[in-house]
């Protein structure tokens, strides 16, 4: 978006949320429409917190935006693209697969 955007969007949203998937596509268009709109992401893990899988997709994806930056977009569209709730395996598969296997980190170690 916009360095001094006439208008921000706050978008509070779930990596392993149907909805706040189907939101982030429109989103995306409305960024690319208005150029003077800025979206930003606030990434949290409702479902996942209460399923103890041990990994997080919101942790996983702020530790890939402060250490790997230039493969947030990636993880990112990853996380988004996988339909259902993220666990595990899923996150491993993402981390593997874009080379931020660091910046998978197990909660229940933490």
């Known amino acids: ?38 979206v930003l992401n606030l990434n949290v893990s409702f479902k996942e917190q209460y399923e103890k899988n041990g990994y997080n997709s919101a942790s996983y994806a702020l530790n890939v935006w402060q250490n790997q930056r230039d493969k947030y977009e990636q993880v990112h569209e990853l996380l988004v693209k996988k339909p259902g709730a993220h666990d595990a395996r899923s996150l491993k598969q993402i981390a593997k697969k874009t080379g931020t296997e660091a910046q998978l980190v197990d909660d229940k170690e933490t």
């Open 1 to 38: 978006g916009a360095e001094t955007p006439e208008l921000t969007i706050i978008n509070v949203t779930d990596y392993s949320c149907p909805f706040c998937k189907r939101l982030e596509g429109e989103l995306v268009k409305v960024g690319k429409e208005y150029p003077q709109i800025k």
